[in-house]
Structures are given as C-alpha cells and as structure tokens.
C-alpha cells in the first residue's frame, strides 16, 4: 500500500529495499476455501444528491431561489458554496427539502449534516428562532438560536427504519419579528450500507472489536500518552483463553527502547512479547465462550521517531500511522502473526470501531482517521474526538498543517492538510484529485462510507503514499493519490491479510486506479516475464522481502494487467458488475483468493482454470 516504488508509481519501478522483521512468526494459516460469496442484499448508496450544493440547486426544492448560495456573510463546510436559511431578523420562514428513496434490504441508514448557527439575539433561555429537520413526517431535531456556535457542527441521525420508502429529507427555518438567527447547511448526506455482516467465518476471532482511546502529547505532538481499551467478542466455537495486541510499530526502534509501550493492563495478564516485540500476549482473566464479550485495558505512550515515514516526524509535522495497538486475528489455523514488513504491509484486522480523543495544542492541526470534532481544551490546547465505525486501523497526523477543503460532487467532504513547502497550486491539485478519485471509486465500487476524507501531503515521503481508513498520506502526484484513494475499498472496505495476499489489495488498487484514469491496460500482459517459476502473483510477504526487486512489478504491475484480462474475458459490462457486487458481498469483511475465483468463475460461463494458470494466481 505504499506507491514508490510499488502502488501506484509501480510503472517506473524505483527499487528501495528494505529489511523485514528477524522474528520468527507463527506458521501462516493456510487458505480456507469458502463457499461463492452470497448474493448481494444491499448495494451501499450515498442516498442524497447534492449534498454540498456545488452542482447547482438541482433535485433540492427550495422556498427562496436565494437559499442555496456562495454569497457573502457565511461560509461553506466544504467547497463554496452552502444553503443559508433565515437570518433576515423578521418574520420569516426558509425550507428546504429534497425527495430520496432509501434502499430497502439494509442494515445500516446513516443522515448526516454539517449546520453553523450564528445569531443577534441575546438571550440564554428563549428559543426565538429555530430551524427543524424532518424525514418524512419524523422530526429528527430542532435547533434554535440557543445552539449558536463558532463553526460547523455535523448531526447524525440513524433513519434506517425508513429503509424502502420514498421520504423527504426537509429542513425548515423560522424567525420571529427582530434579530436575525442564520441556520447555515452543508454537506448533507444519507448513506446506507449492509446488510453490513462480513461474510460469514467464525474461525476469525475476536471479533466486532471496538477501542477507545484518550490521548495528550506533548508540546511538538511527538510524544502521546493516555488510556486504550478494547471490547471484543469470541466468535469462535472454540473457548478464547488470550488474545495478542500488534504494537506494529515497534519495529522502528528496539525492544529495549520501544516507540510504542503497554503497561497496567486490566481484563488480562500480560504475557510475552514476541515477534520483534511488535506482539504482545495478553491471557485473559477469564477464558470466553462463543458469543462472550470482554474488556481490555492499559496504559499507551507512543514516541515519534524522526523521519518523513507513515510512522515517523519530518520536522514539525508527524505521521502516526499503525501506533494504536489492534488485536491480531486468529483463524482457522491459529494466530496470525507475522512480522512487520516495510517493503509493503503485513497489517491484518477486522474491521471495528474507534473513538479516539487526542488533546494537543492548539497551534496542531490533527487529521485524522473518522469524523473529527475539536473542542477547547485547557490553556493553548484544542480536544479533537474522532469517531471511526467499520474500520480496521486508525491513524492520525499532527502540525502546523496548511488546510483546505472541499466536497466532491456525490457528497464526500475532503480535507488536503499540506506541510510547508507544497505550494497552494500543488494542494489545490491534490483536492481536485481526491474528490474526483472518490467518486470514482464509489460509482464502480460502492458508495464512500467513512464520511470525511483527509489527505496529508509531504513531498518528502520515501514511499510515495501509504492509506488508512478515511486518512492518506501522499506525495503531490494525481496518480498515486488516486491509489491511495482506491484503497478506501480494497484494504479498507473489502479487507484482505495484507501479508500473506497483498495482491488482494494492491493488484485490486492498481486495477481500480488505471479504471479511474481511464486507462485500459490494453496489451500490458504482452510485458509479463517471470523471474523464475517460483514467482506468482499471489506470492506472500514473505517471499517478496525475499525478492524485493519484484514485489512491484509483479503484485502491481501483473497483478493489475490480470485483472484488466479477465475484463477482457467476461467482458466490460459483466466485469464492472461482478466486482461492484464482490465488494458488496465483502462490505467490511475479508477476502480470500480462493473467493475472488469462485465469485468470478460463477459471473461466466467460460472455464476459467486455464486463466488462473497462465496468470499464476494460487489459492
């Protein structure tokens, strides 16, 4: 998942070797093969069109033709322009309303805004002027000039009971006779996603993990300490005694001066490290059953290393990327702990919730993994809550960024935070790039599920880019962003065992970012020639740190021509809707091989044995 020389640069093929982990793993669990993927119950939709108004007034219905605007006197969440509602300081009534109809056969409808409210009244008790949202005929909330605030706020509201109805989203704004109340709008978004149940497995445990976490750096946001702790469920039938905590990135330092440390750990007795002291033992206190959930806890400091990497400082800002200790997984043949790999990823989990608290000082910017919300702290110092639903890694940045935003056409509000010395014309080419890819990848894969997207960009990146749910990191490059961006669906959404299948995620990624470009790999498998007979596409991690030459070329760069072969196939048509239903029926669950032939061998009517063979694709 990082580009240079492997992602999304992959065609010009700038070698840098790097040196895994010395640990010895566990054994890797062996491929399982699993029954076709199930049909597809829900595609995930972005419901509301328009959201951020940046495509005209179109579907919305508005009572002003005014409403809708970039004029002076407000300002936009994302992009230029917002809908302002009241703020006349007469008698006055403003709605907005748009018609959508939400899928039915989902598990999940999400309604979301983003709403500023500034007013001249003085009291702090009479509600004078209030704004209403409704769905249908349910009042949702209704604020008033008692919620004024200094920026933006988003309001979330779960409206899946209203799945398979045709409704009306509709705001309404009212204004008694003096002092105007301005109900500012923007970003307005309704998302479905599920039947959100990963594929089932119940050999991968512990499942449904959700982490909490409080945490304070210091000064330059290089040091951070605080509380993590962890709720998880055995989903196995067979009776959980411990689970293993990834201190990733431990391996950017010694197991005598370790970047990340655990200590007063609660709910469990903490065991060994092993694996270059990037795995930590903890036995549980009590052994749990199938269906039992548990509770751990511990104490967390992370120290940034120096250096321009996903886990490191360049100068004042930092990247921290992988520093929040996640549960491993465990299979169907054990735990899966394999070692860290700097030539690509080894970073397996499933996917989970995070509400992650960072207090820092209010000179940082802090981008990170979710929906932010930033508060006053103490003296100086800024609170920022991020909240993550369905993700499998949370990261975050600190530093004197410079930000600018916007929204893509279907909705996506993206934020491009840039270090000194990326000019605005760069960061401005970034954000056209990220709301462009975006919506690339949610028209052929599903519709962009993590609300907010955040791209940090450093030139000085030795990797070129590296994703997490949500947030990315990036050299100024339309290419390789667009990479990253794909990501969000094969890694994030659909999730793989980045060690043992990276191709799952990069090939995927490679594939979905020439389709974006609108590049089609027309005669790049007429290139393939192989190492030795040894070298597959499906090749692990550990085989590639092996063969670092190679990695490139062969999981991106094969990997990718692959995928466009087996277009050629199927055909055009019957491809596109083959991979948007994988992704559906492998919405926040995980991918194997072994699946992805199935499903594809069960889109066609053509034996595709002798394909795998040619491609070399195993498993």
Avoid at 80 to 105: E, K, M, R, Y
Avoid at 144 to 166: E, P, R, W
Avoid at 239 to 256: F, I, K, M, P, Q
Wanted: hydrophobic share 35%.
């Amino acid at each position: 998942m990082r580009p240079t020389p492997r992602k999304a640069l992959a065609a010009s093929v700038l070698v840098l070797a790097a040196s895994a982990g010395v640990s010895v793993p566990v054994a890797p669990a062996a491929a399982t093969p699993h029954a076709a993927p199930r049909a597809a119950v829900c595609t995930p939709t972005r419901v509301v069109t328009n959201g951020g108004f940046e495509s005209g007034t179109s579907p919305w219905t508005q009572s002003s033709s005014t409403l809708i605007t970039n004029r002076a006197g407000q300002t936009a969440h994302g992009g230029t322009t917002f809908a302002w509602l009241n703020g006349v300081g007469s008698t006055h009534t403003d709605t907005l309303s748009q018609s959508v109809t939400i899928p039915s056969g989902c598990s999940s409808a999400t309604l979301t805004f983003w709403l500023h409210i500034d007013t001249a009244e003085t009291t702090s008790s009479t509600a004078y002027d209030k704004l209403t949202a409704k769905i249908g005929s349910t009042t949702l909330a209704t604020y008033s000039n008692l919620n004024k605030n200094t920026g933006y706020a988003q309001k979330s509201f779960d409206v899946s009971s209203f799945a398979g109805q045709t409704v009306n989203v509709a705001f309404t704004g009212t204004e008694d006779f003096s002092l105007q109340t301005s109900f500012v709008l923007d970003d307005v978004a309704l998302n479905t996603s599920g039947d959100t149940t990963p594929p089932a497995d119940s050999t991968r445990t512990p499942a449904a993990p959700a982490y909490t976490v409080n945490l304070s750096s210091n000064t330059s946001g290089t040091v951070w300490t605080g509380h993590e702790s962890a709720v998880f469920t055995n989903a196995s039938s067979t009776a959980l005694s411990e689970v293993y905590l990834r201190l990733w990135d431990n391996y950017h330092g010694t197991c005598s001066a370790m970047p990340i440390t655990v200590s007063n750990v609660t709910g469990g007795t903490t065991g060994a490290l092993s694996v270059g002291c990037t795995a930590l033992k903890i036995d549980l206190s009590t052994p749990l059953a199938q269906g039992q959930t548990a509770t751990i806890g511990f104490d967390l400091a992370i120290t940034v290393p120096s250096g321009a990497d996903r886990f490191g400082h360049d100068g004042a800002f930092s990247f921290i990327g992988n520093a929040l200790p996640v549960l491993a997984v465990k299979g169907g043949s054990g735990w899966h702990l394999d070692p860290y790999t700097n030539n690509g990823e080894s970073f397996y989990s499933l996917a989970a919730d995070f509400k992650v608290t960072l207090d820092h000082p209010s000179t940082l910017l802090v981008p990170a993994t979710g929906a932010s919300v930033d508060t006053p702290g103490s003296s100086g110092r800024t609170v920022t809550t991020a909240t993550a639903s369905k993700v499998r890694d949370f990261a975050w940045a600190a530093g004197p960024f410079s930000k600018i935003s916007g929204t893509s056409t279907a909705g996506t509000p993206v934020n491009v935070y840039s270090v000194s010395g990326i000019s605005s014309s760069d960061a401005q080419s970034m954000l056209t790039t990220a709301k462009t890819a975006v919506d690339a990848h949610a028209a052929r894969f599903g519709a962009y599920p993590y609300g907010e997207l955040d791209a940090v960009i450093d030139n000085n990146f030795w990797f070129g880019g590296m994703e997490y749910p949500g947030f990315v990191l990036d050299l100024v490059s339309t290419t390789a962003l667009t990479h990253e961006i794909g990501h969000q669906w094969w890694y994030g959404i659909v999730g793989d065992d980045e060690y043992n299948s990276p191709w799952l995620d990069e090939a995927f990624t490679d594939y979905a970012t020439d389709l974006a470009l609108n590049k089609t790999g027309t005669n790049c498998w007429n290139s393939v020639s192989w190492a030795s007979s040894a070298e597959k596409i499906t090749n692990s991690m550990a085989y590639w740190d092996a063969h670092s030459s190679r990695y490139s070329t062969v999981v991106y760069g094969y990997g990718k021509c692959a995928l466009h072969d087996l277009r050629r196939v199927l055909g055009d048509s019957v491809m596109a809707k083959f991979m948007k239903d994988y992704a559906t029926s492998h919405w926040y669950g995980v991918s194997t091989t072994a699946e992805f032939k199935a499903a594809a061998q069960a889109a066609t009517t053509t034996d595709l044995t002798s394909f795998w063979t040619q491609h070399r694709i195993d498993g």
